[in-house]
């Protein structure tokens, strides 16, 4: 990966807000059929459609690693925090499942996540959900022209921590624009005042990921699925976000 950060004119931010529309249009058809009994191979076809019918491609699909990463979702149930591949595997009342998308559309993509009850879900689980997803929005609300990625990344930190949770140390957000994954790397931990400073026109993927137990984690031996290694719960929320000249702007939501 480059370690320059590219800034994007207005036409290549139009471009990346279709991207992430289509994207969150996909993540919309996939929540709107989470129930028990249906598999998570289902919601990955679903989202392989919706991203086709809008001329879209799906980012995830063929993307390099220890093998070609072989769908449109990552699909990670409970203890599984990022890169679960779909299968024929049934979904259960009271499991958590993080959906976990990309877009690329007109030559940019859109990278968005989301983390969701199945059926009736324990309050621990969604105390840990809520969390998650206010910590993506103190992310969020730190990404304006002048701060540093450290304000950003120390939001999201502080916010998991403070309810008692933790964030790992070896997954992190990114840059994201002509490519998924552009500098820079965003941890989910960091110190106010350091880092980049954040420039109008950086497109940056945030994504908080919350272990219940402890930050340790480990992969499967599918070589893509990263588990909490105590087999902890765990959630997920991401977004792509534009530093504009004003307020944040959210690329992947309706
Ligand atoms: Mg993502
Ligand atoms: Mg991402």
Redesign the pocket.
């Known amino acids: 990966m480059s370690r320059r950060i590219y800034v994007k004119d207005q036409a290549e931010i139009a471009k990346m807000r279709v991207a992430g529309r289509v994207n969150a249009t996909a993540l919309e058809e996939v929540k709107s059929i989470i129930r028990p009994g249906v598999t998570t191979a289902a919601l990955d076809e679903v989202a392989y459609t919706v991203i086709g019918d809008h001329g879209g491609k799906p980012t995830f699909k063929g993307y390099p690693g220890p093998y070609p990463y072989p769908a449109t979702l990552t699909v990670s149930v409970n203890r599984e925090m990022v890169h679960g591949i779909p299968s024929g595997r049934v979904l259960k009342a009271g499991d958590i499942v993080s959906i976990?998308c990309g877009t690329t559309l007109d030559g940019f993509v859109g990278?968005s996540?989301f983390t969701i009850g199945v059926g009736e879900i324990s309050k621990e689980a969604e105390r840990l959900i809520r969390v998650t997803r206010e910590s993506l929005a103190k992310g969020i609300a730190q990404m304006r022209q002048g701060h540093r990625l450290g304000d950003v990344s120390s939001a999201i930190q502080k916010h998991v921590e403070g309810h008692g949770y933790h964030v790992p140390r070896k997954y992190t957000?990114?840059g994201?624009g002509r490519e998924?994954h552009e500098a820079p790397q965003v941890p989910n931990f960091g110190t106010p005042g350091t880092g980049p400073r954040l420039k109008k026109g950086m497109t940056i993927?945030l994504?908080p990921m919350v272990l219940a137990g402890t930050p340790r984690t480990r992969v499967l031996a599918d070589q893509w699925t990263v588990v909490s290694r105590d087999n902890s719960l765990t959630a997920h929320f991401?977004h792509t976000v534009a530093v504009t000249g004003d307020e944040p702007l959210i690329l992947t939501r309706l």
């Open positions: 976990d990278d996540a957000g990114h994201v998924m993927a994504e991401e």
